[in-house]
């Protein structure tokens, strides 16, 4: 708790603006009667140290050994503390207002005096007064990012030792702000921990160390079929843009060749976009010389839509996404799901909340309540990958669970979903396992709308088409990155055993 509440007090020392640097303008720590209210009168302690002025509102009294201590040790310096006041005072009074009401342990929705104070929050900082929460926004649920009744919104949140799930999934991504974390002197310990072997409760938020080393990197002496052939099946009538974003989306991740299948008799026969792409109807398809088959976008849920599915399930050892139509098939065709889950090649679904709910015969609102949970029920019921879109995407492979922090907004827009079903079907055809192929397409189709967005294309109104060459230009940066890490290791190798 001393080092948490000196880590608040550092960073926010900081951030201050010239009257409160000066004494002029009060910080406002609220501490709540747990040990997140512990960590805030530390802070308190800390700052008011510092010379900075400090106001502390309690919202209760201290309910903890370690908090009691706390707010002695605040008391004993000097630092004011009150209840919470009937009435706010003068709006922007504050430089900077710190949340340690309640930490990771509620799990309830906050209600009564706390509502309000929260309430009170939300106003002030609408009119311009930035909010730091301790360890997590008060309201928000730690573990599943769900939120219940009134909530913190923050700027800033520092999470202690490790970031809770729930700041990187469902609301918790609008309402925790920058997500910093404190190590407070842990490093080597918290290495060695995320070091050792996944045990079936491990999650972590994704990033290009858990997949950079699969990535398939370019040679020289290598030619379109070093890099697989891709399927892409779907497009019923009226929906055979669908697979034409996917297979899109396949060549601009690298896939060597890229082939669509169509359940519609009248689909086009070229794509003049990008004339590379071979189509077909998917009755014409030879899947059994494809690398991979990605089957679902625009694939309609009628018999000629079930048939399309069953021919890819054929196919037991090639790798297989299915997303979309195909996922809808599966719930409603036990017989479907059941060859899934016999399947012996990798196998990647990627549901939106709703097609979960039907795959788990259950609601959106379970699904979102602890998508967490969801997505390691349908990974360990299907023997899949599971890639639950959504805010925070949830990746789990049955064993271990990885949280996606790439995205924004505009990916909320039709075909998306499409164009990430293409990446994962692209990578799988040059020989990445399937989760480094999840993991990978999801981090590259979210910094894809980030780049997107920087260039001043949305969020609104971002199409999916627009993610494309983004990615592409995503993908060619890490392959450099690899390619850079690779000579530096050869290079290490090769003058390791030379004489000096």
């Not at 008799?265 to 998917?282: F, G, K, T, V, Y």
Request: charged fraction near 15%; hydrophobic fraction near 45%; charge should be negative.
């Amino acid at each position: 708790m001393a080092r948490a509440g000196a880590a608040v007090a550092e960073w926010l020392s900081g951030r201050l603006p010239a009257l409160a640097s000066a004494g002029h303008q009060p910080v406002l720590l609220l501490a709540g009667p747990g040990n997140n209210g512990g960590d805030a009168y530390v802070a308190a302690r800390e700052l008011h140290r510092r010379g900075l002025r400090v106001d502390v509102w309690q919202l209760g009294s201290p309910s903890t050994d370690d908090a009691r201590w706390a707010h002695a040790e605040a008391l004993a310096a000097g630092v004011p503390v009150a209840p919470v006041p009937a009435i706010w005072p003068q709006r922007l009074a504050y430089a900077w207002i710190v949340d340690g009401l309640f930490g990771i342990g509620l799990t309830r929705p906050l209600e009564g005096t706390a509502a309000a104070l929260v309430e009170r929050v939300v106003d002030a900082q609408a009119q311009g007064t930035p909010v730091l929460a301790i360890d997590i926004p008060s309201g928000l649920a730690a573990a599943t990012g769900v939120v219940n009744g009134p909530v913190i919104r923050a700027d800033v949140t520092m999470a202690m030792l490790g970031a809770s799930p729930g700041l990187f999934t469902a609301t918790g991504r609008d309402v925790a702000g920058e997500v910093l974390v404190a190590t407070l002197g842990t490093d080597e310990m918290l290495a060695a921990a995320r070091s050792g072997p996944p045990d079936g409760t491990v999650i972590t938020t994704s990033a290009p160390a858990a997949f950079l080393a699969q990535l398939p990197q370019r040679h020289h002496a290598t030619h379109k079929g070093s890099y697989g052939s891709l399927a892409v099946l779907g497009g019923h009538e009226g929906m055979v843009g669908a697979p034409l974003l996917c297979a899109r989306a396949g060549l601009m991740t690298g896939a060597g060749r890229v082939y669509v299948g169509f359940v519609a008799h009248d689909a086009p026969a070229w794509d003049p976009q990008h004339p590379e792409l071979m189509l077909r109807h998917a009755e014409n398809l030879d899947l059994t010389t494809m690398q991979a088959v990605s089957v679902g976008p625009g694939l309609g849920t009628s018999a000629a839509s079930a048939a399309c599915l069953s021919r890819a399930l054929a196919l037991d050892d090639t790798p297989l996404v299915i997303d979309a139509d195909a996922l809808n098939l599966l719930a409603t065709e036990p017989a479907l799901a059941e060859r899934v889950r016999r399947r012996n090649g990798p196998t990647v679904l990627t549901p939106h909340p709703l097609e979960a709910a039907r795959l788990a015969g259950s609601d959106v609102t379970r699904i979102q309540s602890d998508r967490l949970a969801s997505a390691r029920a349908l990974a360990q019921h299907f023997g899949a990958t599971i890639v639950l879109k959504g805010s925070g995407t949830v990746i789990d492979d049955g064993t271990r669970a990885w949280i996606n922090t790439t995205g924004n907004a505009g990916l909320a827009t039709a075909g998306t979903g499409d164009v990430l079903t293409g990446a994962i079907g692209a990578l799988l055809a040059q020989g990445m396992p399937a989760t480094q192929a999840a993991l990978a397409a999801v981090w590259l189709h979210g910094r894809a709308a980030e780049r997107c967005v920087d260039a001043g294309a949305g969020p609104a109104g971002l199409t999916a088409s627009e993610l494309l060459p983004a990615m592409r230009a995503e993908l060619a940066d890490w392959l450099n990155e690899a390619a850079r890490a690779g000579r530096c290791v050869h290079a290490l190798r090769t003058t390791s055993g030379s004489s000096p």
